[in-house]
């Protein structure tokens, strides 16, 4: 399947097909961000402002991740970390492995280690440097008047 070229409610449904034969038919985990079937596309699209018929473009994925990230209470040290509002690198990075399998925690390990094949594929020393260089580019964007939330 093409899912980039794929209407967002087509894969939603997908996704429901896949939680109604318990993983026989269906997709679970979808996109670069590996989007689950337990609700998370469902939060992501909304978070984004995107509806049924947007497409699975990398565009609307990326403000999706972003939208996610930053509108929802679903990872909040993640989120406040990257806007500023703490400043433990520790807690962000937690957060990041408690929401995506294949980063580490601060064991260096996935959170979901040995579930489903799942294991932690992001070095943790990359993933902190993308924790910190995000914030850094969130900080210039508000401070140059830019909302990061549209």
Do not use: C
């Not at 094949?117 to 210039?140: C, D, F, V």
């Amino acid at each position: 399947m093409k899912l980039t070229s794929m209407r967002l409610g087509d894969i939603q449904k997908l996704q429901q097909r896949f939680n109604a034969t318990n993983g026989k038919e269906g997709v679970f985990a979808v996109g670069f961000a590996q989007w689950t079937a337990n609700g998370q596309l469902d939060m992501a699209i909304k978070a984004a402002g995107l509806g049924p018929d947007d497409k699975f473009t990398p565009q609307n994925q990326l403000k999706m991740f972003w939208a996610y990230i930053l509108k929802t209470d679903k990872q909040p040290d993640l989120r406040d970390y990257l806007l500023g509002k703490h400043n433990s690198l520790d807690r962000a990075q937690e957060a990041f492995a408690n929401e995506w399998a294949a980063a580490p925690g601060l064991n260096g390990k996935s959170k979901y280690e040995g579930k489903a094949g799942n294991a932690a594929t992001i070095p943790a020393s990359k993933l902190q440097a993308a924790l910190l260089n995000a914030r850094r580019e969130l900080k210039q964007l508000i401070d140059s008047g830019v909302d990061p939330f549209q």
